[in-house]
């Protein structure tokens, strides 16, 4: 029976927000203790980074609460973004570009046409190998809801992918059987992060609990059992990203309008290896958290660790709490006992 | 244009939760100001109602509060449930009794086998002509969500109403286009109620709303279509049952666990005009809110009252609770404008 595994290098997590402010300080440091030596940074801050040097100045702003971590910047597309942008961009080692959906104004409804206005921007991210993050969602409206809003996006993913047939394109956050089946059916420039929580959540674990809520809603049962089957295939298409967002309890605690979003940041390595635990495909893992993310991003300058995760088979209690007061974040399974511990081991230098 | 209804008769409301209490004081009162002059009344006190002396002594404590209000009364559906409390029950003049799949406790996950153990029970009713009121879902596992949990349970409707032919059974609160098509496929002894908030709400409108999350959850944009086309039908097995369920904000105002529930009693009339008018068939409102549940349920001795019910186009807005303190309550679409209003107008006497 495993019950220690050391991952061949820390964990890359390949969506991550932060936040700004007394949140970047309160969450910044979980990265590591959750395992991740890498972050892929989203750029939806208050507002959003829509200029090279905002984004390189967030970094700096990262960079001094922990030096240690890897982060990848990205920009938020919007009418800003043009081909010059990206061409600064590209120079200034920023490594890609979040589409949200949120961003589309017209003809949003199906979604596609509402693209086309950004079609020189993903032509100079393609020559410049930026990678695309795609949030991929219709907006809900006449027959799109939140249970099928990403499947409806799934031409506008392979439409862009037909257009821009080198341009690296990731599906965020996959949620759907559909979701994985189209990824699968595109080019080796297509890939798609995975969560931890929608590794164990469906819509019954969010009906009437907001701290599971989050965008995309976790989906039915067989979603549920074709994103773990995807995670553990050893494709190197499906990768690890979190999409671990902190809200204020406050946020979350509203009857109206709780705020959607699950943090995973502190124990990400161990819900992870929770759930490929329970399906009997450990020996995934690492392909999964470690390696298939960097081999897709082709990570250039990664900073060197002097520190190695190994993820223990031993219980522990994910607190209810993250930080104090109304600012204070409460973690995906709170309270609840994990059957794995994420280790930080210091080499010996 | 239509913009006064005076309505034949008040509203008969055929699913009401007033609780018991504190929050019994502060919702009774609210019935009449809804425009309803018979409520059927739930007995999901804790505990639950499950002898006939604790149901009379529950209406006799309704009684106190509104006197004019006319009470049906039900048993919660359980072991101690056998004929001869449904004899008792019928001779003491409680209506009906009602069945939760909570109660359900052996082979819950596919609900019908559960059923058998009450056929004795059943036969009763029917032979003394009282009603089942069947909370129709069957409990969550396995390929069981939130989402398909009444159309799994269809099967054992029918299997119920096979087995019990001349029982009257009314699926309460149906919420998808399967339940609407399986009651019209019943004989005329199956009816039934449809809510309020489930002619306006969507998945949509409880993911990350807890105030407009309700067991069984709203469902996809072509269920609630085919709820308005059933409750604008003029079908006789098609009538108002508002399931207005009270809960203390502070249960609706939790990241883990929110009550379900939505609150409608203050102004059942006014949404419901609101959801006719907005398809164009106000013509059939009479018929839902006040005549057809009151023909199914052959109701012997109603009270007379001596106010009618008004319904004018008028615009107001819904306050944001009934009550104050940690025991206030929500309203559905609390601070949002209602196009129409529920004027009680006292008749000469």
Redesign the interface.
């Known amino acids: 029976m495993t019950d220690t595994i050391t991952l061949s290098r820390p964990v890359a997590d390949f969506h991550v927000h932060v936040r700004d402010g007394d949140m970047m300080k309160l969450v910044v440091p979980t990265i590591k203790s959750g395992g991740v030596s890498l972050a892929y940074i989203m750029p939806n801050l208050v507002p959003p980074l829509t200029c090279v040097s905002d984004v390189l100045a967030y970094k700096s702003r990262l960079e001094a609460i922990d030096p240690t971590i890897t982060y990848l910047m990205t920009l938020y597309l919007s009418p800003a973004i043009t081909p010059q942008v990206i061409h600064d961009a590209a120079k200034a080692g920023i490594t890609g570009v979040k589409c949200y959906p949120a961003g589309v104004t017209t003809n949003s409804e199906h979604g596609v046409a509402s693209y086309a206005p950004y079609y020189p921007t993903f032509a100079a991210m393609e020559q410049h190998d930026m990678v695309l993050n795609l949030h991929g969602e219709c907006p809900?409206g006449?027959?799109v809801?939140?249970?099928n809003a990403e499947q409806e996006f799934l031409p506008t993913l392979k439409d862009i992918h037909t257009r821009f047939p080198k341009l690296r394109i990731v599906l965020e956050h996959c949620t759907s059987a559909a979701a994985i089946q189209a990824v699968k059916d595109c080019g080796p420039t297509v890939a798609a992060t995975i969560t931890a929580h929608h590794l164990f959540l469906?819509?019954?674990n969010?009906?009437?609990?907001?701290?599971n809520?989050c965008k995309p809603?976790a989906k039915?049962?067989?979603d549920r059992q074709a994103l773990l089957e995807a995670a553990t295939s050893a494709s190197a298409k499906f990768f690890f990203g979190s999409d671990s967002a902190p809200h204020p309890?406050a946020n979350?605690?509203?009857?109206?309008?709780?705020?959607?979003g699950v943090f995973t940041q502190t124990h990400v390595a161990a819900y992870v290896a929770e759930a490929f635990d329970q399906v009997g495909k450990l020996d995934r893992l690492n392909g999964f958290l470690c390696e298939f993310g960097r081999q897709f991003y082709n990570v250039p300058q990664e900073k060197p660790t002097n520190w190695t995760v190994v993820l223990k088979k031993q219980q522990n209690v994910v607190p209810a709490l993250l930080g104090q007061g109304p600012c204070a974040v409460?973690p995906f399974k709170?309270g609840e006992t994990l059957n794995w511990k994420v280790e930080i081991v210091d080499m010996a230098t």
Chains 1, 2 share one sequence.
Do not use: Q
């Open positions: 809900s006449n027959h809801h939140v249970l469906t819509i019954d969010w009906a009437g609990n907001a701290f809520y809603v039915f049962p067989t309890i979350k605690e509203k009857g109206n309008g709780a705020a959607a409460a709170a």
